[in-house]
Each structure stands twice: as structure tokens, then as C-alpha cells.
């Protein structure tokens, strides 16, 4: 028995050195080199089609819509109201009042449960529910396990239906919103952001107002209720919830939570307000005179989504950007003009956006920056792109649709949107069509009827002394802006 252990020793020995000489002759055998392949020819698989996952729609005899959207990959929940309202309905000398309207709604608590109270259901379920107010619209949201469903939609449905607006968490609104007032000069690019769309929209208009400590002043508590009781209402709302559920206990759910609530008789009468360019031409200063650089905006007024321009449009948005786009290889790579530059023609879903260019760079840069951006601007209008500029941004934009569409919450979003503004629900896949169709000929027209140098206005924050050659050799007249905050009247 001994012998034997000995004999099977040896043979493990054996085999163990067997297997060391085999991998140290593997080890040292020369390496056979591999050629790389270029980019060019790796040749890729078709993205697959894009699939929208099955969805029902209906509608509650109160008038609110009703989005459904299973999925069963993880035991979660959630759910988004759009509800019918925005900052551009709110009374010009009560700017903010939407924006806090939208934070009250949901900190303010609801007529069952005071602040405290209700952030303690919800946390004990480590669930979240949110309410704001947009430019354009406003929202509801809730987030939950699936186990918790009931309890954390009845608080999210009490929200909607019956906030409370506690006095003390208004008062607490408003002070936030007075603090972001005050810091408001803190950013450059902030600064040029906002100044911007007062150039182009107009100071007054309710796409580019800002709050004001006066119009904070101007809102009381009274009026936040009289926003919500002419704007929040079943009848002006589409109600979307995605997630691990059983259709039929959650049409029940809805129905039991949001069935019996009536709209007002009375029309809300909402309109989106127009808008119309209000600066044309001309230079506007914002002095900064602890900057060293320069934010440098220039544009006019741009159009809507459902303009049949819009994709075409969007391959020239690509052409220009990017980091194989015009301007970047222009201005940042060749020339070395900026840290940034972007130039983009922007669109809104009911109203019009913005043609907007611009970027960051050395305060003694400014004016060649300026004359570069536009000069670019020019070529795009006036020489046709080329086939390899088409293709690759066509297939840039094609290529993100992917990520449009990574899940189901995506997906059911902008199904919500596009019913809320009006547009067909296939309307994605119409843009998609389109910029596929889209010639180097379109780029051109597209460029050449939207693009209007006659119309640009150009904006700078920075440092007046130190840019060098001055503004004015860009040869138009140069007018300051003051971004003081106005102190409030005591």
C-alpha cells in the first residue's frame, strides 16, 4: 500500500512537469503578428428595427387619458401625469408663480397628510413622488416597488387631486426662488443663456421673462391655489404609467383614485402664446470685467418640430457640430480659436425655438472667433456639403435612434408628448424616413431659406477691455446690457 502511494506521487510529479514544460513552450513560442484593419473595413451588422412594445390607450369618462405599458423585467413601477399648464400662462407681473405652484403641489402636502407626514409614507417605501411646472407643460410623477403600489399611487393621486399647499412651505418657495435670483450673475454662461432669448424673444415674452424679486413679491399664497384649481383637471391631463403591474387591478386602481374626479364647467381657454423675433442685427455686451474669456452667443429666431424642414435641418445641425463636424475642426482644431463652439438650428414642439452658435474663447480671440463662426455659417449657405459630410451625419442621427428607445418608460414618454402637443404618434419614425431621403440639395435649400445673417444678433460676456481688436471693428454698433438685479422696493 505504501509502494503504491509512492508510485502515484511520481506520477502526479510527472504529469505536473508535463503540463510547466507545455505552457513554458507555449509562452515563448513567437507571436504571430496580426495586420490591424482600418475603420473603413470593419463592416458592421444593420441596426434591427425599432419595435414599440405594446401599449393600450383610453380614455376616463372624466377626460383623462390613459397610458398602459407593461413590463415585467424588474418588480418596479412607475408613472408620469402631463397635465396641461406652464410658466407662459402666468400673469407678467406674477413671473415664478407656476415654477412654484409646481414645488408646493407637492411639498406643501395634501389635505390628508401635512408635509411631514407624507414624506415619511413615502420614504418608509423608499418611493418618490414629483410635481413641477415647465415653460410648457407640468408634471406628476411617481416611482415605487410594486408591492407598494396602492399605498404610494392613492399619496400620488392626493398630490394631483388634493394638495394642500401648507403656508409655511410656500413662504419656503419663495425664498429658494429669491436665493436663485441672487445668484443668478454667478455663471457667464448662464448670464449669455438668459440675455440671449431676451434678445431674440424679447424681454417681456413669456418664453424669456425672468423671475424678479417684485413679481416673488407680487404672489401670494392664494394665487398658487387659483393656478392650480384653473389649470390642474382631469379633462387636461394624459396619465402614463409603465412597469411590473396586472392591467386589469391597475385600470381599477385608476378608476378608484382619478374616476370620480370632475373638471371644472368652466374652458381654462389654454392658447400658446405666439412668438416673434425682437432684436435684429447689432452687438450686445454684457462687461464682466473679471473674466478673462469670452461666451459668445449669435443667432435669431428658429421654427417647430413639425416643420417638414425639421429633418433636413438636422443633418445640417450635424454637419456643422460634433467633433468631426465643421466647427470643430474650423475653429478648435485648425485655427485654435475656442474651447468650444456649437451652432445649432433649434425647434420647439408648439412654438418657435432658436437658431443658436456660439462658444467659449480668449477674451483677445473674441472678434476672430466671431468672424470665423459666422464665415462658416456663410459656406453652409453657399457650397454644398459633401457626399462623405451627408453620409456620415445622416448615419450619426440614424444610428442614435437606438437610444431613443432603450426602454419602455423612453418610449411611452414620448408617445405622452406627442398626443399633449398634438402630433402623430408615429412621428419619430416619419423624422426617421425623412433624414434618410435627405440630399446634399436639401442641405443647401434648408441652409440657404433658414440661416439669415440679416437677422443675427451676437451677444458677448466678458471682459470689453481686454478684446483686442475691439467689437467694433465687427463693424456694427455695439450696445451694453445691464445685468444688475433690481433690489426689491421696501
Known amino acids: 500500500m505504501t509502494k503504491m502511494k509512492k508510485r502515484f506521487k511520481r506520477l502526479s510529479w510527472l504529469g505536473l512537469m508535463a503540463i510547466a514544460f ?4 507555449t509562452f515563448h513560442s513567437p507571436a504571430i503578428a496580426q495586420t490591424p484593419r482600418h475603420y473603413s473595413d470593419i463592416e458592421f451588422p444593420a441596426l434591427p428595427e425599432i419595435q414599440i412594445p405594446d401599449y ?14 407593461e413590463d415585467h423585467e424588474l418588480p418596479l413601477i412607475s408613472g408620469t401625469a402631463i397635465i396641461r399648464t406652464g410658466s407662459r400662462l402666468e400673469p407678467a ?21 401635512p408635509p411631514g407626514e407624507l414624506n415619511e409614507l413615502l420614504e418608509q417605501r423608499a418611493a418618490i413622488v414629483d410635481t413641477s411646472i415647465g415653460t410648457s407643460s407640468g408634471t406628476a410623477s411617481f416611482n415605487t416597488l410594486k408591492e407598494d403600489l396602492e399605498p404610494v399611487f392613492n399619496l400620488f393621486a392626493q398630490i394631483i387631486k388634493e394638495p394642500a399647499f401648507d403656508p409655511q412651505q410656500f413662504e419656503l418657495a419663495k425664498t429658494q426662488q429669491q436665493g436663485q435670483i441672487a445668484r443668478r450673475n454667478d455663471d457667464p454662461g448662464d448670464i449669455a443663456s438668459r440675455e440671449f432669448r431676451k434678445l431674440v424673444y424679447g424681454e417681456n415674452s413669456p418664453y424669456a421673462r425672468t423671475t424678479e424679486y417684485e413679481t416673488i413679491n407680487n404672489i401670494s399664497r392664494e394665487d398658487i391655489v387659483n393656478f392650480y384649481k384653473a389649470y390642474v383637471r382631469p379633462d387636461e391631463m394624459i396619465l402614463g404609467i409603465v412597469g411590473d403591474f396586472d392591467p386589469q387591478k391597475m385600470k381599477a386602481l385608476i378608476k378608484e383614485n382619478f374616476g370620480n374626479w370632475q373638471p371644472p364647467k368652466i374652458d381654462p381657454k389654454i392658447a400658446a402664446p405666439t412668438a ?30 413639425n416643420n417638414p424642414d425639421y429633418p433636413a435641418l438636422s443633418v445640417l445641425n450635424e454637419v456643422l457640430n460634433g467633433f468631426g463636424g465643421r466647427l470643430f475642426n474650423e475653429l478648435r482644431s485648425r485655427q485654435g480659436l475656442a474651447y468650444s463652439v456649437y451652432g445649432l438650428w433649434q425647434a420647439n414642439y408648439d412654438y418657435p425655438g432658436l437658431f443658436v452658435a456660439g462658444g467659449q474663447t480668449r ?7 466671431v468672424k470665423s463662426l459666422l ?17 456620415d ?11 431613443k428607445f432603450e426602454n419602455p418608460s423612453q418610449t411611452l414618454s414620448r408617445l405622452m408628448t406627442y398626443e399633449y402637443y398634438g402630433y402623430p404618434e408615429d412621428f419619430i419614425f416619419q423624422y426617421q424616413k425623412a433624414v434618410k431621403a435627405t440630399t446634399i440639395e436639401d442641405v443647401l435649400r434648408v441652409a440657404q431659406k433658414y440661416l439669415q445673417p440679416q437677422q443675427v444678433v451676437t451677444l458677448v460676456v466678458g471682459n470689453n477691455q481686454q478684446i483686442n481688436p ?12 445691464d445685468v444688475a438685479i433690481e433690489q426689491p422696493k421696501s
Open 56 to 69: 393600450e390607450r383610453y380614455e376616463l369618462d372624466n377626460g383623462m387619458v390613459v397610458y398602459l405599458m
Open 393 to 403: 451625419a445622416k448615419e450619426s442621427i440614424l444610428n442614435s435612434f437606438v437610444f
Open 93 to 113: 407681473n406674477e413671473v415664478g408663480l407656476a415654477e412654484i405652484t409646481g414645488t408646493v403641489m407637492r411639498t406643501g402636502g395634501t389635505q390628508q397628510h
Open 276 to 305: 416673434n423675433q425682437n432684436k435684429s442685427q447689432g452687438i450686445f455686451v454684457v462687461e464682466q470685467p473679471q473674466l478673462n474669456q469670452s461666451n459668445i452667443l449669435l443667432g435669431h429666431l428658429g421654427g417647430e418640430l
Open 363 to 369: 477674451s483677445e480671440m473674441t472678434v476672430p472667433f
Open 375 to 391: 464665415t462658416e455659417i456663410e459656406r453652409i449657405r453657399t457650397t454644398p456639403i459633401t457626399e462623405q459630410e451627408l453620409t
Open 470 to 481: 475691439p467689437l467694433k471693428s465687427l463693424g456694427a454698433q455695439i450696445e451694453p446690457i
Open 22 to 25: 507545455g505552457l513554458i513552450l
